[in-house]
Every structure is written in structure tokens, then in C-alpha cells.
């Protein structure tokens, strides 16, 4: 090599100068990743590390009118897991199946539940029994990324009796996802599914917390960091209630296993609703955290149908306890008075043109005014008070009346009852040359195009007994403005009281009578359209009010294929008898 | 053997003390991760082998330059020899499991023969580069040497050792440069490397093919290297495809990773991707000795040995980073200073040849955490856990140290120049 010193030193002062500048652009290169892009590195270092647990927030706390509890949380366990990527999430998921029973089906639910929202714990059980999370607890360290934690489980202490207004949770839906008003909600989250909890889900599901957390590159949790602040869960706030509890599980009671139908209780004074029940109910306790699919699909193929809300979603044919409402258009329109009696006797039917229109008692019940016509329910006064009134009229003050629209409970489940807006109904229905006047005679006594909802005839006698107003019924606390519904004086309003006092006392519901309480109201009996053994079975109706003078409680029973008015009017009885704690005097022995 | 007391070369030694010490701190610091694993001891061992190196440089400083003159073919025939065995009896470690780099005795893993190997071929190298008269001037002139880096190159490639093969090239380039190779003889040297990495697009190859065409004409090479060249990089050039294939896939991947680290964020480009973020989140001062949370929790791989210095910059900050490059300057420019001062061509050139050893580790090991150069399991010298290669880098400041003294100055102190 040439060795001269000369070259040496010119080499040695490149090779200085190489070196240098080298590590000069490497310095360099530190420099631009530290300094110059160090809140991004910061960034991808902190999510890097930190992960976001939600914590569940306690729902609202539903309570009755006394302040007895209707929905509570209790302690409950979900399990869930922390996984970069999908395939990380099934490995584990796989691994787990070894030690606690994962159906595919629950972890395929898992995966979509990832893949809305990756960065969050997975819900792998939202509701885990205690036997489970021990379980997990002792293998704990195989599961990089279990996360177990305490959740607020719903729990409704009187379940089915309440299961028909309160509703349940259940695990929010990919549907629902999918919809922009649930654009605040996550894969995974508890939401109000029916009912109150539906009603009013964005006041009682309150607000979620996070605690951050350090996890390191297995998605172990090294800590409970304090690196930033924890947000605590804000619980959703109370929910107080009309309902009476005590009535609710009374009413529950009463319908026990055999009876289905429905019943209201409303405090006509005021609106609030006191009872709302469904039969047959059930437990909504056993929705939370995901219903099983035996237990669904054993309501489901109920033939009574418990999931069907036959208080608020059965729209039935009114039967005669509509025909209250026929009188109030009569009198509204001054077609008739509580004294007059219609030219006609009731002889057992009425022959209309060609057609022979039968009362409910063939023997009939002779010359009877208004209010006799409204006690012993007799069809051929209403037949000719309809031909009076016209069906312009009766349709007309119907819709005044307000059976064409829904009663307006603040519940998401309620169904319009079906009734016509104007005869033009009839024409597009039946074609303008479809249909006769007569339709008025089954119209005035509740039958025909006239279906409501037990709610719905709840709300037009809590009107019949006061003075005429009826607010939306209402199961939030409250003082719902009440809306003026029958246009009727005072005196002409106490006459009808009256008429329904004398239904209870002399007439059809005469059984019901309650000792020292004076109990109005109209029984109802109405087709139904099903037969057994070629006879057709019937609903019963009892709608009624009590004290009679100045009514607390208004209560409106159906029973499905129940037989006669009068089995309804005996639970109604009983019901109002519960509500106002007084004895009957009569012991009752209800038939058909 | 001299017993003659002989000056020292206390800058090399004070920066060398500095840089080990630093390394093993930051040995220590990988260790303390949230969830302990065997890393947290490993700074015991370190700096045992700390001690046994610094005893290894005392005793290699007590031969003369030209005991290892005498010394380099015995060395680096057995240097081959071992490397040949190994091929049959290594055996894989950590990140490297299916390579074949260590040398184990009924199991235990004693060390890594390529790391020694790297002194003794620059000792090979430098003994026949000194004997040149004048700096060679063709191709054919270069057979020697040639062969010398050749041959064990092609036994740690096929170990395979890829980190290793660049280091050996790498200071074979830089001692040829010290030996005085002109600048074009070194370009077409490196010319069919170039014409290998610019294959995969035609024009900068095409570019680069003319270029080599004028560098030829101009430095007028005999004609037969001239058409020799010109062809290996016509080979290079168009068949480099055939070689992309013939590499492992994880070779491949690598390198597509170095070019876009996101094309496989969870895997290949993994460490890639979360070495930067240590460092970038370290900011000016860093997170704290022992407190980066991307090594505490696991993110970043290799935190004690390749990826060393990603923890330098999470927990020391851009200051932490400044210190040790600054130290790692100070070592390079006093070892060319030794380099220049050295009383012969032949330790001038073992000066030069060690010094590009390092550099190239440092470069490479430095550039890859930034994503500046392709992973290629490289260490950090007197960084990385590993205790052959502490070893080795102590052994060759005993060697520099040796050559120091004995150079120009040496007897007045190696200050006065």
C-alpha cells in the first residue's frame, strides 16, 4: 500500500469526514423522530398502551307510586377480552371453549361484536353466571386479555307481574346499530328493549365511565393506570311511576295462569296509569343478559301468545261497553235524553228492511228510557238510537271522542285501535255503493269497524267519570294535561254515572257490586271470530269507574275468549275493591 | 512476551470504559419490563463478561504488533476451520433459532465464532493489503484479498448470518479505501452490488448501466475486466430477479418491509414499527431511565439486543441519543488517528479494518431502528447483550490500544502530534 504519510493523513481526514457526516444524518434522524415528529410517536405510544374499559353505568331505578321498586340492578358478571385482531380474539376464544362452555354460536357473536368495535373489550358473556367467573378467575393467567368485570344486571323483583309495561334490556342489536339514532351506542351495550325501559331508555341508561388501563403488547392489563384520568360511571336517574304496585301484583294475581286478556287501572283524576297488565306475562328477568332460545321459543309458541301485550297491543271489538259512547254522541247532539224511550219495543230484535237484527236477550226487554237501555245493555234501543243519530253523526263523534286514535300511553308498544276517520271508510272499504245506513246499527252497539285497545276504553270512561276530560294516560310520573273529551254539562255527565251505577246495581254486571262503594261501569261481550265446537267464543268486557260520585280508580278488563261481560266485570270488581281495600258483599261465583 | 512498560492510550480506553458502562446500564434497563422475563438478569452476565473482556484487552495489548503479524494465518486458518465446523455442529439462538452461528458444547452455547472471526480476517486482510508496494490498480490485482474476505464471508452466509456478511464486506471496502484503491476501481469493485439493488426498475438500472459504461471507458480497466464487469452486472441486472426468489421469505419480507414497514404492521414490520415509536416517544429527555413503557410492556422486540438502542431513545430521550453517538465519534475519529499515527502499513491497516467493523455495526444497527436501513440483526457494539461480541470488540481495543503505542507519538504520548 502506499504508506506515505501524506496519503495516510488526506485518507484519514476523509475517512473523519465520512464517519462524521454519517453519524450526523443518523443524529439527524433521531433528531426528526424525537423533536420533530414526537407527539405522533407519543401518540402511537400512549394508544399503544392505553386501553379504554367501559364501565357499565346502573340504569335508572324504576319505582311505583309508594317508592316501592319495579326495576333494580343488582351485581352481575360479564366477561369479555381484549384482542388486537381478529384472528388473536378466535384463538382465544378457542382456548377458552377449553375451560368454560362456548357455544359457535356465542362466539361468532363475539367476532361481529369485534369487528364493530375493535378497540373496545369484547363481550363474550354480558351476563356470566358466578359458577363461570370463578372458573375464569383460576385460569386467569392463560387469558391474556380476560377481562372480567362486575356489570349492574337488571333485575325486576316482582318479574312477570311487571314484565307488561316495565319491558327488559337485552343486548343492543346489530338492526339497531345500523340505525343513526343509536349512533352513541356500541356492540356489546345493554339497551331498553320494550316497555318503560324502552320508553325512556335515553334517561335511564345514564352515562358509561371508562377506566384506562395499561396493557402490554399481549394485551395482558400490567395496570390500573393512572395515566389518565378514570371517568366514573354516571348512574341514569330514577324513575318514579303512577303504577301501584300492589295493584299490579294483585291484578297479576288474579289472572293467574288460566285467564289471558289484559286490564287497566287508571286514576281518572290525574291520568297516571296504576296497573297495566298483560296475561298471560312473563319474566323479564329472564331476557336479561340474552334470553335463552328454549324459554323464547316457548312463548312464542304459546298459543296464548304472552308476548303479545293484549293491553296495549290487542285491538278487540268493544262490544257493548261502547255503547256508552253512542249515548254520549246522542246526547252531545241532543238526539236523545236519558228519559226518552225509543218507539220501538224491544221484543228480542229488530226488523230493519229486510234484515232482522237480534238483541243479546231473545225474550227482550220491552219499553225501557235511556238509562234502563244502558243498565240492562239492551241492543234494539242502541239499534234505533244509531238510525237516529245517522252513521255521519256516530262516526263524526267517535272521532271527537278520540277512538280513532291511540290513547297516547307513554309506552313505545301501543297499537291505534281501528276505527273509521268519516264514512268515507265505508266507501273505499265496501265501494261507494257498497254499504247501507244499516251499518249504523252494529256500529252504535260496538260492533263493526271498531276494534280498540283496552287502554283506549280505559281513557274514554276515566272521562265518562269526571267531568268529561281525559288526559294521555300516563305511567311516568306526572300531570298530564287532560283534554276535554265527552262535551257534555255536569248534570248530563252525572246521569250517565248514574246509568253505569245502575248497570252494577240492577243490570248485567249486578254481581260485582261492592259494599259501601258505589262501582260504576258497562259490561261488554264481543265476537271474537273463534269457534269451538261450532259455538263462538267471546270476549268479555268490564269498563267501569268507582267511587261512582266522584271515581278514583278506572279499570278495564278483558278476557280473550273469556265468555261473558260479566266475568270481566267480576275481576274489574275486585280489582277496584284491591285499589280502595274494601270487601265485597257479594261472594262471587262467576259464570259465562 | 514484552514485559517493557509502553504509554496508553487513555482517550480510546476512557471512551471505550464509557460506552461499555453506558451499554451495560441499558442492558440492565431492557430487563425491567412490567412482566419479568429471563432479560432481567442478563446485566449479571454482561458484566461478567464485561470483566473477562477487559482482562482479554490487557492481555491481548501485551503483544507486540508484530507477534500478531506472526500470529494472523495460524489465527485465521483456525478462524476457518471453526467457521467450517460450525456449518455441521452450530447451533440457532433467540431470534436467529434456524441459523447455525453458535457454537455449543453438549448444549451449553459458548459463543459466536463470526464475531472473533471478524478481527482475524481483518488481520488476514490487512497482512495482504501491506503487501502491496503500490495501492492495486485492476481487478486481478485483487485476487488476494479477495479470496482472504471471501472465503469466510461464504461460510457465514451460509450459516446464514446475513448482519454479519455485510460487516465483513463493509470493512473490506473501507481497507481497500485505507490501502489506497483509487475511487473508480472501488466503484466498479462495488459496481454488480449496485447493479443488484437497482434491478427492480429499468430505467435507474439502465442509469446506472451507462454510467458504469463511461466509468469503464474513462478508467480504461484491462479489456477483459472491462467486459467482465460489464456482463456480471448485465447478470446482476437482469437475473437478480432469480436471486430475489432464491432468497428465504423472510429475507424477502425484510426487505419489502424496510421499503414500507406498513405492509405487515403485526409481523414483519412489527419491530420496525414499534422501535420507531419507542424512539419518537422518547422526545428530548425521554420517559426516563428504566421507565419506556413500549419496552416495560413488551412492544418492543429484541429490547437487550438488536433493538438496544430504541430503549436508549424511549428512556433517554434525543440527549441520551446525542451521548452515545457523540461517544461512538469520539472512539472512530481516535482509532483513525491511530490508524494515521500506526508505525506500518499493516497496523495501520488492522486500525482502519477494526474501525470499520464498528462503524458498520453502528450505522446499520442505529439506521434499522429508524427504519434508515433493513433489518438485519446487526448489534450495537458494547450495547447488545451477548458476550462473544463484548469480548471481541474488547479484544480489538486491545489490539488498537497495542498499535497506539507503538505508533508514531506513542513514546511522547499518543497527544503529541
Known amino acids: 500500500m502506499s504508506f506515505h504519510p501524506n496519503d495516510i493523513v488526506k485518507r484519514g481526514r476523509v475517512a473523519s469526514m465520512i464517519v462524521a457526516g454519517v453519524l450526523l444524518f443518523l443524529l439527524g434522524g433521531f433528531f426528526r423522530s424525537q423533536v420533530l415528529n414526537h407527539q405522533k410517536y407519543d401518540l402511537q405510544s400512549k394508544t399503544n398502551r392505553l386501553r379504554e374499559l367501559p364501565l357499565p353505568a346502573p340504569r335508572g331505578v324504576i319505582f311505583d307510586r309508594n317508592n316501592k321498586v319495579i326495576a333494580d340492578n343488582v351485581i352481575g358478571y360479564s366477561v369479555s377480552v381484549l384482542a388486537m385482531k381478529e384472528d388473536t380474539l378466535r384463538a382465544v376464544l378457542q382456548r377458552l371453549t377449553g375451560t368454560i362452555s362456548l357455544t359457535p354460536g356465542q362466539i361468532e357473536k363475539s367476532v361481529r361484536r369485534f369487528r364493530r368495535a375493535p378497540t373496545r373489550p369484547t363481550v363474550i358473556i354480558p351476563d356470566a353466571s358466578f359458577d363461570v367467573v370463578s372458573v375464569l378467575e383460576e385460569h386467569r393467567s392463560q387469558f391474556p386479555g380476560l377481562i372480567i368485570q362486575s356489570a349492574p344486571r337488571r333485575f325486576y323483583p316482582d318479574g312477570p307481574a311487571v314484565a307488561s309495561f316495565v319491558g327488559y334490556v337485552g343486548e343492543v342489536s346489530e338492526a339497531e346499530l345500523a340505525q343513526s339514532s343509536f349512533a352513541d351506542y356500541k356492540a356489546g351495550q345493554q339497551v331498553g328493549k320494550q316497555g318503560l325501559e324502552k320508553q325512556y331508555e335515553s334517561l335511564l341508561r345514564g352515562k358509561e365511565g371508562f377506566q384506562f388501563v395499561e396493557v402490554d403488547a399481549r394485551q395482558r392489563i400490567v395496570r390500573n393506570s393512572g395515566a389518565q384520568q378514570d371517568q366514573i360511571p354516571e348512574a341514569g336517574p330514577d324513575l318514579h311511576t303512577n303504577i301501584d304496585l300492589d295493584l299490579q301484583k294483585f291484578v297479576a294475581g288474579i289472572f293467574g295462569d288460566s285467564l289471558q286478556g289484559g286490564a287497566v287501572a287508571i286514576d281518572p283524576q290525574t291520568g297516571g296509569v296504576l296497573a297495566l297488565y298483560s296475561a298471560p306475562s312473563f319474566d323479564g328477568n329472564r331476557f336479561i343478559g340474552g334470553v335463552s332460545a328454549q324459554y323464547y321459543d316457548s312463548l312464542n309458541n304459546d298459543p296464548r301468545r304472552p308476548l303479545y301485550n293484549k293491553a296495549l297491543q290487542g285491538t278487540y271489538p268493544p262490544g257493548s261497553t261502547w255503547k256508552l259512547a253512542t249515548v254520549a254522541i246522542g246526547l252531545e247532539t241532543g238526539a236523545v235524553k236519558m228519559t226518552d224511550r225509543m218507539p220501538i219495543a224491544c221484543t228480542g230484535g229488530l226488523q230493519v228492511g229486510s234484515r232482522y237484527f237480534r238483541c243479546w236477550k231473545k225474550e227482550g226487554h220491552g219499553y225501557l228510557d235511556l238509562k234502563g237501555a244502558i243498565a240492562k245493555s239492551c241492543d234494539v234501543y242502541f239499534y234505533q238510537l244509531g238510525m237516529r243519530l245517522g252513521i255521519a253523526r256516530l262516526v263524526a263523534g267517535g272521532v271527537a271522542i278520540g277512538f280513532d286514535k291511540k290513547a297516547g300511553i307513554d309506552l313505545p308498544e301501543e297499537l291505534k285501535p281501528r276505527f273509521p276517520k268519516s264514512t268515507e271508510y265505508f266507501d273505499i272499504k265496501y265501494g261507494k255503493k257498497g254499504w247501507t245506513s244499516s251499518l249504523v246499527l252494529s256500529m252504535a252497539i260496538g260492533q263493526g269497524d271498531n276494534s280498540q285497545t283496552i287502554l283506549n276504553m280505559a281513557k274514554f270512561y276515566s272521562a265518562l267519570g269526571t267531568d268529561g276530560k281525559a288526559a294521555k294516560p300516563q305511567i311516568k310520573k306526572g300531570t298530564p294535561e287532560r283534554v276535554q273529551v265527552v262535551q257534555l254539562p255536569a248534570d248530563q255527565m252525572e246521569q250517565i254515572r248514574q246509568a253505569l251505577v245502575g248497570v252494577v246495581n240492577v243490570g248485567t254486571a249486578a254481581a260485582s257490586a261492592i259494599k259501601g262503594v258505589q262501582l260504576a261501569g258497562k259490561t261488554g261481550t264481543a265476537q271474537s271470530g273463534k269457534f269451538v265446537n261450532g259455538k263462538e267464543l267471546n270476549h268479555g268486557w268490564f269498563v267501569g269507574f268507582a267511587p261512582a260520585d266522584k271515581p278514583s280508580i278506572v279499570v278495564a278488563v278483558m278476557i280473550e275468549f273469556g265468555g261473558h261481560g260479566t266475568r270481566a266485570a267480576a275481576i274489574a270488581s275486585k280489582i277496584i275493591q284491591a285499589y280502595l281495600h274494601v270487601v265485597p258483599i257479594v261472594d262471587l261465583s262467576v259464570d259465562g | ?417
Open chain 2, 1 to 417: 512476551m514484552p514485559t517493557r512498560r509502553f504509554p496508553i492510550d487513555w482517550p480510546l480506553v476512557a471512551v471505550a470504559l464509557l460506552l461499555s458502562l453506558y451499554g451495560i446500564s441499558i442492558v440492565y434497563s431492557a430487563g425491567q419490563t412490567d412482566i419479568l422475563t429471563g432479560v432481567a438478569k442478563l446485566w449479571r452476565a454482561q458484566l461478567i463478561w464485561f470483566c473477562l473482556s477487559i482482562a482479554a484487552a490487557y492481555g491481548v495489548s501485551r503483544f507486540s504488533v508484530r507477534m500478531l503479524d506472526w500470529l494472523t494465518w495460524p489465527v485465521y486458518g483456525a478462524t476457518i476451520a471453526m467457521l467450517l465446523l460450525l456449518l455441521f455442529i452450530g447451533k440457532g439462538a433467540g431470534t436467529a433459532a434456524s441459523s447455525k452461528s453458535w457454537l455449543a458444547i453438549g448444549g451449553f452455547r459458548i459463543g459466536q465464532p463470526s464475531e472473533l472471526a471478524k478481527i482475524t480476517v481483518v488481520l488476514a486482510m490487512a497482512k495482504v493489503l501491506s503487501t502491496f508496494k503500490e495501492p492495486p490498480r485492476s481487478l486481478l490485482e485483487l485476487w488476494k484479498p479477495a479470496l482472504v474476505v471471501g472465503i469466510p464471508w461464504a461460510l457465514i452466509m451460509k450459516q446464514p448470518d446475513l448482519g454479519s456478511g455485510i460487516v465483513f464486506i463493509g470493512f473490506a471496502f473501507a481497507m481497500l479505501f485505507w490501502a489506497g484503491v483509487s475511487w473508480p476501481l472501488l466503484v466498479l469493485v462495488a459496481s454488480p452490488v449496485v447493479s443488484l439493488i437497482l434491478a427492480y426498475n429499468t430505467f435507474y438500472w439502465g442509469a446506472w448501466f451507462l454510467l458504469l459504461i463511461a466509468l469503464v471507458l474513462w478508467y480504461k480497466p484491462y479489456m477483459y475486466e472491462g467486459i467482465f464487469l460489464v456482463v456480471i452486472n448485465v447478470i446482476f441486472g437482469v437475473f437478480s430477479p432469480m436471486l430475489w426468489e432464491k432468497l428465504a421469505p423472510y429475507q424477502q419480507k425484510r426487505l419489502l418491509v424496510f421499503l414500507n414497514p406498513n405492509i405487515d404492521p403485526r409481523l414483519s414490520g412489527y419491530h420496525v414499527i414499534q422501535s420507531q415509536i419507542a424512539i419518537g416517544s422518547g422526545g428530548w429527555f425521554g420517559k426516563g431511565y428504566t421507565m419506556g413503557t413500549q419496552k416495560r410492556l413488551a412492544f418492543l422486540p429484541a429490547q437487550h439486543t438488536d433493538f438496544i438502542f430504541a430503549v436508549v431513545g424511549e428512556e433517554l430521550g434525543f440527549l441520551g441519543v446525542t451521548l452515545a453517538i457523540t461517544l461512538f465519534a469520539l472512539l472512530f475519529l481516535r482509532v483513525i488517528k491511530v490508524a494515521e499515527r500506526a508505525n506500518d502499513s499493516f497496523s495501520s491497516l488492522v486500525a482502519f479494518g477494526l474501525l470499520a467493523s464498528w462503524f458498520v455495526h453502528v450505522v446499520e444497527n442505529m439506521g434499522m431502528t429508524l427504519n434508515l436501513m433493513p433489518i438485519t440483526g446487526i448489534p450495537l457494539p458494547f450495547f447488545s447483550y451477548g458476550g462473544s461480541f463484548m469480548l471481541a470488540s474488547w479484544i480489538a481495543i486491545g489490539i488498537l490500544l497495542r498499535i497506539s503505542a507503538e505508533g508514531r507519538g506513542g513514546r511522547n504520548g499518543p497527544f503529541a502530534v
